[in-house]
Structures are given as structure tokens and as C-alpha cells.
């Protein structure tokens, strides 16, 4: 098992990564408990439930298991008054505990519950995806979505434990594989010289890796006022056509975060190029550092480059301004300001229509 600890002042927890690490989730509940009539409350979905992730772990402690739909329509407000209500139902104070176990997508939804239940309680993350192993569990980043975007609701709230389970990966669907690779793609990438190392690594060395990576980041810039932005490499495309499908209903483009975050980066290499940020052999490695996972990066057909542009404005970096996060001489690092003609044109370039 490799434990990795998140070094942060006020709040410092470890991230324990290897084969059946959800074990160690009742030893460490008790631990956090004030006394043996510590409430817990599982949230998760129905497909961890049904796969038997949660039917081996001992809790030892009054425990309710709570499921939410699966699907970004599920992480939203109304799924947040739900449970809120369905802890009061259970009896839920201040001094008890939740548990978000699942993918990003519950982690998310139960790191927010517990920043806003009576103002905020103790969480532990339990993380079964493998984007939410490398990524999305990490870093007390929680939020839900409105109908006009993404993640645009939510708080800084650190768990007080994070567990990466590589043996809950083994009923992962191949597509979410290739979510969770869209992430490890962008620690690659942000590496720099010698990312492509990380993508030789076992899996277990890769998930610590990149929880490392994300650590080193958090700890020092917990609340995204500089570094921390950086993680969003490839995120603001990403972001932008997750949230044409969250307008679009059956319209959808049916994209996974971490596919929307592969076209993303190479997205963001090929604007770097554009402006003269980078050279071709840099563009080249993206492609390379994606195909050597598995991701293809294409711009699916018949988007809109105006109607992105709009939608990447509208990102909560922006601030009313077109920012990117971009490679160049200095590195990877946050653009301000850029010209709309140039990213309408490189998004022509990769197959948008006007
Ligand atoms: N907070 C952050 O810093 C951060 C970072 C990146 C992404 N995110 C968020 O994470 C979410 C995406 O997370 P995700 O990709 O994990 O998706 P997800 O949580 O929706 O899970 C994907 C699918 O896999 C299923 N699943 C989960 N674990 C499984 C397992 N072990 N076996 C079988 N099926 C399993 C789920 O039921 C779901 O159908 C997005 O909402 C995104 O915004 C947050």
C-alpha cells in the first residue's frame, strides 16, 4: 500500500493507494470517531453497490448506505437537498461522518454535502474510478452542476482521508478506463520533459504518482489562487463540451469527462502552436503522450467554433475574458486575454465549423 500525505496546514490527510485499500475505511472511521455513537452515512451509487465493492467492508460503526443516480444530470442541487434531507432522516449530526464511494462524480457530490451539512462535516473519500483515484478525490475540490454549466456550485473541503482502491478498478468499463487516462494524460503532459515516464509505471505506481503530483500542487495553492489553476490543463474545451451536452438532452454529444479533457489538451497544444508558443515536436509529443493512452483527441464533428468560444468564456477562470491554460517557453502556465479570432480558428483547424 503507498501512502501519500497531503501536507496542508489546517487540514493535513494521507491518500493510501493498492489492492484493497477500502479496507482500511472502518479502522480509519473509528479513528475519526468522537465515540462508539458516531454516525456514518455511505454515499454511493447503485452500480458500486451492485459490483459488491461495499459488501466486504466492515464498518463497525451505525452506518446508512445512501445511493444517487448515476450520470452528470445526478450531480446537481437537487440530489444535494436529498440527501441533506435523507441524513436528517437518519439522524445525522454534526460530529458524524460521510463517506462519498464511487467515482469523481460521488466524491464530488458527498465532498460537497459534507462542506454544507450543518456547516460542514468530516468526510472520507473512497475512490473507484480511476479518474477519481488520480484526480477527482483528491484536493477537496467539491461541487455540483447548474443547467447552465459545470461544477459551478460548490466549496473547498478537504476530506479527512482518501482511499485508492486499484482492486475496485477491476469492474471498471473500458470507456471509463479511458476517462481516467485523460487525466493521467494531462500529469504527463504537465510534467514536462520526461512526462512520458509516468505512463510506464504499473498501475498502482501511476495512481501514486499522480495523487503525488496532485499533492505537491494543492498543498501549495490550496485554494487556486495560482499553481493549482494549472490542473486544469485541457479543461476549459473540456468544460465547454461537457456543458453543450448537459444543454442538449438527447442532442448530446455523450463525451465522458476525461475524453473531454483528451480533446482538450490536444486542443490546448494546438492553440499554444498557433500563437507561436510552441513547436511542432511539442505538439507531437501530446499526440504521442495520448496515444500511448489509449485517447484519440479528436474534435467530435459539427461543433460550433463561435458557440465554444462563447461556452469558454462563460469558464469560471475566465473572468469574462478568454483564458487558457497554455504551453510555451516559460512552460505550462495560465494566458489571459487571448484573441477570439485565433481560438475560433484553431478550433476550424481541428474541425469546427464556423
Ligand atoms: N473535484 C475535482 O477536483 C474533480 C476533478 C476531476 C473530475 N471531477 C469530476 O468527476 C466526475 C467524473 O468522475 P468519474 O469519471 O469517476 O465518473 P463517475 O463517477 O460518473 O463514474 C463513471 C461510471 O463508472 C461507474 N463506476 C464507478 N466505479 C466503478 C467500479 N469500480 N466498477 C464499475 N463501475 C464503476 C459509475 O457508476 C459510473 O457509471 C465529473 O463530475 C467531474 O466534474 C472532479
Same mark, same amino acid.
Given at each position: ?39 456514518? @452515512? ?23 448506505? %445512501? ?5 452528470? @444530470?445526478?450531480?446537481? =442541487? ?21 463517506? /462519498?464511494?464511487? /467515482? ?9 454535502? @459534507? ?83 509516468? =505512463?510506464?509505471?504499473? =498501475? ?85 503522450? %495520448? ?39 516559460? /512552460? ?23
Amino acid at each position: 500500500m503507498l501512502t501519500i500525505p497531503v501536507m496542508l496546514d489546517a487540514s493535513p490527510y494521507e491518500v493510501l493507494v493498492g489492492h484493497g485499500a477500502r479496507h482500511h475505511l472502518g479502522p480509519i472511521l473509528r479513528g475519526l470517531s468522537t465515540n462508539s455513537s458516531t454516525k456514518v @452515512a455511505i454515499i454511493t451509487e447503485a452500480a458500486i453497490v451492485a459490483a459488491g465493492w461495499l459488501s466486504d467492508v466492515e464498518i463497525g460503526l451505525e452506518h446508512v448506505v %445512501l445511493t444517487i443516480p448515476g450520470g452528470e @444530470a445526478a450531480k446537481s =442541487l437537487e440530489t444535494v437537498e436529498h440527501l441533506c434531507r435523507q441524513l436528517v432522516d437518519a439522524g445525522m449530526s454534526r460530529g458524524d461522518l460521510l463517506v /462519498g464511494f464511487g /467515482g469523481g462524480l460521488v466524491t464530488d457530490v458527498a465532498g460537497f454535502v @459534507a462542506a454544507i451539512y450543518h456547516r460542514g462535516i468530516r468526510y472520507v473519500s473512497v475512490a473507484t474510478t480511476l479518474l477519481a483515484q488520480v484526480d477527482a478525490a483528491i484536493g477537496g475540490k467539491t461541487a455540483v452542476n447548474l443547467p447552465e454549466g459545470k461544477n459551478l456550485v460548490g466549496a473547498f473541503w478537504q476530506p479527512s482521508a482518501v482511499l485508492c482502491d486499484t482492486e475496485t478498478l477491476t469492474t471498471l468499463p473500458p470507456r471509463e478506463w479511458s476517462c481516467g487516462r485523460g487525466e493521467v494524460a494531462k500529469y504527463a503532459l504537465l510534467r514536462g520533459e520526461g512526462g512520458r515516464e509516468l =505512463l510506464d509505471l504499473d =498501475l498502482h505506481e501511476q495512481v501514486g504518482a499522480c495523487v503525488a503530483d496532485k499533492a505537491m500542487v494543492v498543498v501549495g495553492d490550496e485554494r487556486e489562487q495560482g499553481r493549482r489553476a494549472l490542473l486544469n490543463y485541457g479543461h476549459t474545451l473540456a468544460h465547454a463540451l461537457e456543458t453543450i451536452d448537459l444543454e442538449a438532452g438527447e442532442q448530446a454529444l455523450g463525451l465522458r469527462h476525461g475524453e473531454a479533457v483528451a480533446i482538450g489538451l490536444l486542443f490546448a497544444a494546438e492553440l499554444a502552436f498557433d500563437l507561436g508558443r510552441i513547436e511542432e515536436p511539442r505538439v507531437h509529443e501530446h499526440r504521442a503522450i %495520448l496515444g500511448g493512452l489509449d485517447l484519440d483527441g479528436h474534435l467530435p464533428s459539427g461543433l460550433s467554433a463561435s458557440h465554444l468560444v462563447d461556452l469558454m468564456r462563460r469558464d469560471k477562470k475566465a473572468d469574462h475574458d478568454l483564458t487558457f491554460i497554455l504551453d510555451g517557453p516559460n /512552460g505550462i502556465e495560465v494566458v489571459n486575454g487571448l484573441d477570439p479570432t485565433i481560438v475560433r480558428s484553431s478550433l476550424e483547424r481541428m474541425g469546427a465549423t464556423p
